[in-house]
């Protein structure tokens, strides 16, 4: 992930370097774009639910069954263990890439801070519901990872900024991508960091997250409903 | 024992589709837009009931529906048709209540946690299932006597061996006092001396416990060793359903006369008293009717120059042979 970092850094950094700046974004802005990214990237797009799929189709699914617990419960808990450890492992990183590029960093006000992080913790559990619901899909496809690689990381890595900053897009795409989940798990809450000129639409784009979050919720639990009566428990 | 059924199995189906592919690349590229699908009944309108404290086997060849079946009954698999009542609890609902009181041993699956040594999956299970310390400490302290695994709980899973990880997982699968035992080929690829363990193991533990248990295995010796009562499934059908004595008479009415001579035989002359099953210089093993058995034996001992004469009934596994080919 660092080195993927290191690449798009460089590059929007050579893109920028003519006009100070690339659309609306000033180089700082840019900066602290795929820099806070950074964060987002390891605290939100972490996840065990990838493991859900393999269960799956090994069938070892069924060792999770048979205990008297939630085993969707037991995935989030351990996707929020998973992320303790990155979050550990990611100072260490982090220092390293405040070391080496030396960035000029926008800091956010107290206000926008706060956003971030609604924003951040909301787009954590966002990602997990999709990628979960990724995964049951399993329960169909019969193999875990070609729809997993397409949904869980192609489009998501174009389509929730990480690569790209959104609204550099045209506009008919970028107003299609509000009605996904993707951009409220990487762009919107890095833009409340770099950019209080969004700060009036807050709780609009903070209730369509809820919602986004909702309707995720409801789906994997129906995914997970009917999966469940289609479950072949392979491997003996 | 109690007379209410502790499992009720009324005409229980599962049925997976399959799909079929052709070998190479062309029937690849053609499965991607149509794949004959067909119907495996695994499980074919099955129907028993089993009592609180009983241990059963259950049998029947690959591919007969076994492990299906047990599946259904702990709760993995949704059945496509029948009815399951575990304990008055429907397995597929997943009650806590439900899980809390079975167990169940994959001998082909693995059901610790592979990085860890086994004692720290007792400690999750042990949480999960809300067991008080006093009673985790007994529990763990008789299975560990039990199955003499003390020094291996503390090594690393995926280091111990085949015997080693499987009575663990027996701790594993026992340490909340399951009522329902649900043991899938237990002793699968396990040495003769560790098979006699886990067979002793499950003896005592089901006289001990009073636990209900289902065995299936593809070794005879298990359920010889253990079960009163077989189920015999093939193809997704109950063949039979009643005690180990009664299949032998029931299914087979013929016995085995092992004779050993003093000088060589001929063929010829064994073969009128029934079937050759076994025919060397000096001894020779003829199959032949229940009934008439003591009249042949008493005709050969007669006829020919018999040193040694041994009657005795056709091994279980011979007898389950015959079943499944006819």
């Given amino acids: 992930m660092l080195v993927s970092f290191f690449i798009l850094f460089y590059f929007w ?27 987002i990237r390891t605290l939100v797009f972490s996840t065990r639910t990838g493991d859900i799929g393999g269960a799956i189709t090994s069938g070892d699914l069924s060792k999770h069954l048979l205990r008297p617990l939630s085993v969707l419960k037991f995935f989030f808990t351990r996707d929020l263990v998973d992320k303790l450890f990155n979050i550990f492992f990611m100072i260490f ?3 390293f890439i405040l070391f080496i590029l030396k960035p000029q960093m926008i800091l956010p006000s107290p206000k926008n801070l706060f956003y971030f992080l609604s924003l951040l913790v909301l787009a954590i559990v966002i990602f997990f519901f999709y990628s979960l619901v990724v995964s049951l899909a399993t329960f169909w496809t019969d193999q875990a990872w ?26 008919p795409i970028f107003n299609i991508l509000k009605f996904t989940p993707f951009p409220y798990l990487y762009y919107y809450p890095v833009k409340f960091w770099i950019d209080d000129s969004l700060n009036a639409s807050f709780l609009p784009l903070f209730i369509q997250s809820l919602l986004i979050l909702l309707v995720l919720f409801f789906l994997s639990r129906f995914f997970w409903k009917k999966g469940l009566i289609k479950y072949q428990g392979y491997g003996n | 024992m109690s007379k209410t059924p502790t499992i009720q199995v009324k005409n229980l189906s599962r049925h997976f589709s399959v799909h079929d592919k052709k070998p190479g690349l062309k029937s690849s590229i053609t499965s991607l837009f149509h794949r004959p699908k067909r119907i495996v009944k695994a499980v074919n309108n099955v129907s028993f009931d089993i009592k609180e404290g009983e241990l059963v086997g259950f049998i ?53 946690w592979w990085d860890i040594p086994p004692q720290e999956t007792f400690l999750l299970n042990k949480a999960i299932y809300e067991i008080d310390n006093k009673a985790y400490k007994e529990r763990l302290d008789f299975l560990i006597d039990a199955l003499d695994i003390k020094k291996e709980i503390s090594i690393q899973t995926r280091k111990l ?52 248990i289902i065995l299936t295995s593809h070794y005879m010796k298990d359920v010889q060793a253990l079960c009163k009562r077989l189920i015999i499934i093939d193809k997704g059908k109950l063949y039979y359903d009643g005690d180990i004595s009664k299949l032998k008479n ?52 007669k006829e020919l120059p018999i040193t040694d004469l041994n009657i005795e009934d056709i091994p279980l596994e011979q007898t389950i042979k015959e079943v499944f080919q006819r």
């Fill in chain 1, 13 to 39: 950094a050579a893109v920028s370097e003519t006009n100070q700046g690339v659309g609306s974004y000033t180089r700082p802005q840019l900066y602290a774009y795929f820099i806070v990214g950074y964060v």
């Fill in chain 1, 93 to 95: 990183e982090f220092a």
């Fill in chain 1, 146 to 171: 070609s729809h997993r690689w397409l949904f869980g990381v192609v489009l998501v890595n174009i389509f929730s900024g990480q690569a790209i900053p959104l609204d550099l897009l045209p506009t």
């Fill in chain 2, 60 to 112: 029947g060849p690959n591919g007969a529906g076994k492990t299906t079946t047990l599946k259904c009954l702990s709760g993995l698999l949704y059945p496509t048709k029948g009815k399951i009542s575990i304990l008055d609890f429907n397995p597929w609902q997943r009650k806590k209540e439900f899980l809390r009181q079975i167990g169940f041993v994959m001998g082909q699956k693995n059901q610790l």
């Fill in chain 2, 161 to 212: 061996s085949l015997g080693q990880r499987m009575k663990c997982e027996f701790v594993a699968a026992l340490i909340h006092s399951p009522k329902i035992v649900f043991l899938d080929e237990p002793t699968i690829g396990l040495d003769v001396v560790m098979q006699d363990k886990i067979r002793d193991f499950i003896r005592d533990y089901n006289k001990e416990f009073k636990a209900t």
């Fill in chain 2, 250 to 301: 029931g299914l087979t009415n013929k016995k085995l006369l092992t004779l050993t001579f003093k000088e060589e035989v001929s063929k010829d002359k064994l073969e009128k008293f029934g079937k050759l099953t076994k025919f060397e210089q000096l001894r020779a093993t003829i199959l032949v009717d229940r009934k008439k058995t003591s009249t042949i034996a008493a005709q050969a001992l």
